[in-house]
């Protein structure tokens, strides 16, 4: 007979990061990669912002694995549909740690991004975590089924932007017309749609209008 067991242990993960903290920052960005990435190669999209006025950081995804059988270049995923409950509470007991580790708390801005699968993480956090922040920008990726619109009433003066490519074959006209409403619901209040010209892509005019919030 076989039986699925569990263990719990200790681990180590890395993160990321992107020019100095210092008095002069203003924005603090906590910026979730899509499948396929290492946190270290996604802050390519950032390198433009100004170097005083911001500070990314990039949490790196655990599960790293080989892309495309060549055993060339690492890539890594968030979750998968195996156990996902479980591995959504080892990822959210990391960014907890980072949340202490880098003071968070206390950003003066801190602007959450999130891209692809990066989206389902960012939002699970925030809503399970309660994490307040100036800003919540979800390119082209999907929300998690189980969020709820009560997850995120907290949210009294986020601004949310949902942003998209219009050639984005998972972000299509079908989907935009079931999840539309959903995501209205789910953020209610400051909620802005953002279509752009291009596919499944990181946006850098909407990161760049971002830095500039008041």
């Known amino acids: 007979m076989m039986n699925e067991k569990q263990v719990s242990y200790q681990t180590v993960n890395s993160?990321?990061?992107l020019n100095e903290l210092t008095d002069k920052t203003e924005n603090v960005w906590v910026v979730f990669h899509g499948i396929g990435y290492l946190s270290r190669y996604f802050l390519k999209y950032f390198?433009?912002?100004n170097q005083e006025k911001n500070y990314i950081i990039a949490p790196q995804a655990p599960s790293k694995y080989y892309l495309n059988g060549?055993?060339?270049h690492v890539g890594a995923s968030w979750a998968t549909r195996e156990n996902t409950e479980r591995e959504v509470q080892n990822v959210l007991a990391y960014l907890d740690e980072i949340y202490e580790k880098e003071?968070?708390?206390i950003a003066k801005k801190l602007i959450l991004f999130g891209y692809?699968?990066?989206v389902s993480i960012v939002t699970r956090w925030i809503a399970r975590r309660k994490i307040q922040c100036s800003k919540l920008i979800l390119n082209s990726g999907?929300?998690?089924k189980e969020l709820k619109p009560k997850n995120f009433?907290?949210?009294e003066s986020t601004e949310i932007s949902f942003v998209y490519g219009t050639e984005d074959p998972f972000i299509n006209k079908e989907f935009l017309e079931s999840e539309e409403m959903r995501i209205r619901q789910l953020f209610p209040k400051n909620l802005t749609f953002v279509p752009f010209d291009g596919g499944h892509e990181v946006?850098?005019?909407?990161?760049n209008n971002s830095a500039e919030i008041n």
């Open 103 to 105: 003071d968070l708390k």
């Open 142 to 144: 999907r929300l998690p």
């Open 15 to 17: 993160y990321s990061t």
């Open 203 to 207: 946006n850098k005019e909407v990161i």
């Open 116 to 118: 692809s699968q990066g």
């Open 47 to 49: 390198r433009h912002l």
């Open 153 to 155: 009433a907290f949210l």
């Open 70 to 72: 060549k055993y060339e």
